[in-house]
């Protein structure tokens, strides 16, 4: 039997473990990043991953109803959209090693059994699974780079599928020095209306689970809709064990930009501390900047209407960064961005002005298939003409492209080959490269990729300079047989990639704002620095909705 505290690699880092009981959609994502921003303003390198118990080796291949948006990497991961969470707060790039899959997990240990690397042995789920668990849990903190690695464990407590991550945190507490784990739980007080009061007992079933599977919590953060009374709080700590100091209180709060200043106010941060013996941080988080942007977010001056059209609106989180990004520049423009979503599906050229009616500004958003397409090309022509500002992403700046050649070029069958295989005039046609793919799980353009911006344009000023790096998702690009149409009619390709041509960002010279960009912008914006695009294009509605 070994004994405790062996591990094949001396821990390097502090590790804080967050699990979910109850139901889900608690918010384990925004605990982790604010919990995550304290540490990082007291001094502390921290970062966060996410381990996901579906069978999927990535989201990339699921549709945005069933998980929200996919969010990209620099490195080209396709993540689970809390990494982009963890981005906004921290300023701090993700990577492949920051969102582990059960697809990913089984399909490496299932490689490595095909290899002959067993030596023959039984592959079980413990130890083979488990090992792999831990092995990448630990593989950020060993890196040297990070004081606090924070995993978030998807699901809730009580499913089968997360019980090998669970079983993994247990054997990591026993195989790590005291004071180099803690185990966080989100927990539910649900208010019952009828008899008026906060009930504790979902929470105490759900601690009940935790240690059923062998882990006790260290500290628990109870979401509730009310203040948690006092008595209350020494009650959920003699029936889940933890101390009375260590229950949280976790308040519905207005925007989750508060949430760090609401567990600041809970002292999570001063427990979390306490408990791994943390040294060298400052004795109070440096968090000037931050209340700053939340002032300037509350205290907005102007305000705007955006039109986000889009096939997926009925879900808010699958255009989530896209939302965030309107935070961000409107806390920028010290302006409040109303964002009015627009069911692309349901957009024609007849009823095109009555839906877009007050808007200050429209966005575009990406997507992939033939659904909704020919209702963006119904609002990018109705803006290019009315001189409204327009923001183009990804498939957004392809419609924009379509619009042009049918509308500007004359070219009335022009399309997209994603949308039309045998279109005369394939303005926009698959990518070289991925003509002979034919499996579809990570196998786009992705990743952050070089883009030279024209000088003097629009998307260079709004940049502040003329090289810049931006991530992309997407099979079809612009078709540069058609450029010096494009260009000779108006439409200007200001940004490509230096080296292989590819148009990056078209604009409108003569339009007040209308830009699309390939990329995807959305995915660099953080709260310490709002994208510039973004930014631009809230302050140009400001101007249009003043008449300027």
Not at 98 to 111: A, S
Not at 245 to 272: F, G, Q, T
Not at 416 to 433: G, L, N, Y
Request: net charge neutral.
């Amino acid at each position: 039997m070994p004994d405790r505290n062996s591990t094949s690699a001396a821990p390097t880092a502090k590790y804080i473990f967050v699990t979910g009981g109850v139901t889900s959609s608690l918010g384990k994502g925004i605990i982790s990043a604010s919990l995550a921003k304290l540490l990082q303003a007291r001094g502390f390198r921290v970062t966060i991953q996410k381990f996901d118990p579906y069978i999927n080796i990535d989201p990339g291949t699921l549709n945005p109803y069933e998980h929200g948006e996919c969010y990209v990497t620099d490195d080209g991961a396709e993540t689970d959209l809390d990494l982009g969470h963890y981005e906004r707060f921290l300023n701090v790039p993700t990577s492949q090693a920051n969102n582990v899959t059960t697809g990913r997990i089984y399909d490496h240990v299932i490689t490595k059994e095909r290899e002959g690397a067993y030596l023959g042995k039984t592959v079980q789920v413990v130890p083979h699974i488990t090992d792999e668990i831990k092995r990448r849990m630990l593989l950020l903190g060993q890196t040297g780079q990070f004081d606090v690695v924070i995993t978030e464990i998807g699901g809730s407590i009580g499913d089968i599928e997360s019980l090998p991550f669970v079983e993994s945190v247990r054997q990591l507490r026993w195989d790590l020095p005291e004071n180099n784990t803690l185990v966080i739980h989100l927990t539910l007080l649900p208010y019952l209306k009828a008899a008026g009061e906060l009930k504790t007992k979902p929470t105490q079933h759900s601690v009940r689970d935790l240690r059923s599977a062998g882990l006790q919590p260290d500290i628990l953060v109870c979401r509730s809709e009310h203040p948690i009374p006092a008595e209350m709080r020494r009650k959920i700590a003699l029936f889940c064990n933890v101390n009375i100091n260590s229950v949280i209180e976790s308040l519905d709060a207005d925007s989750i930009y508060s949430v760090p200043l609401l567990m600041l106010k809970e002292h999570l941060d001063e427990r979390v501390i306490k408990k791994l013996n943390l040294k060298g941080g400052a004795a109070q988080p440096d968090l000037e900047a931050w209340k700053d942007f939340l002032g300037r977010l509350k205290n907005p001056t102007e305000e705007v209407t955006i039109a986000l059209v889009g096939k997926y609106v009925e879900l808010p989180d699958a255009y989530k960064s896209i939302i965030e990004s309107f935070i961000h520049a409107g806390a920028q423009n010290e302006c409040k961005v109303t964002v009015r979503s627009i069911q692309s599906d349901n957009l024609t050229a007849d009823n095109v002005v009555q839906q877009l009616a007050g808007v200050h500004g429209v966005l575009v958003a990406p997507g992939f298939g033939e659904r909704g397409f020919e209702g963006k090309i119904s609002a990018v022509k109705y803006v290019r003409e009315n001189g409204i500002p327009f923001f183009g992403i990804c498939l957004g700046m392809q419609v924009a492209v379509v619009e042009f050649a049918r509308n500007v070029l004359g070219l009335k069958e022009a399309s997209s080959t994603e949308m039309d295989a045998q279109t005369p005039e394939p303005v926009i046609a698959m990518m070289e490269e991925q003509k002979n793919v034919t499996q579809k799980g990570g196998t786009m353009r992705l990743g952050a990729y070089d883009c030279e911006l024209r000088r003097g344009s629009k998307a260079a000023k709004a940049y502040g300079r003329n090289q810049i790096s931006e991530r992309h998702r997407h099979r079809y690009e612009f078709n540069n047989d058609y450029l010096e149409r494009f260009e000779a009619a108006g439409m200007l390709a200001s940004g490509r990639n230096p080296e292989t041509g590819l148009v990056e960002v078209v604009e409108l010279a003569d339009h007040p704002w209308f830009v699309g960009g390939q990329f995807h912008p959305e995915l660099k914006s953080t709260v310490q620095n709002p994208h510039p695009l973004f930014v631009r294009f809230v302050k140009a509605a400001i101007q249009y909705r003043k008449g300027l």
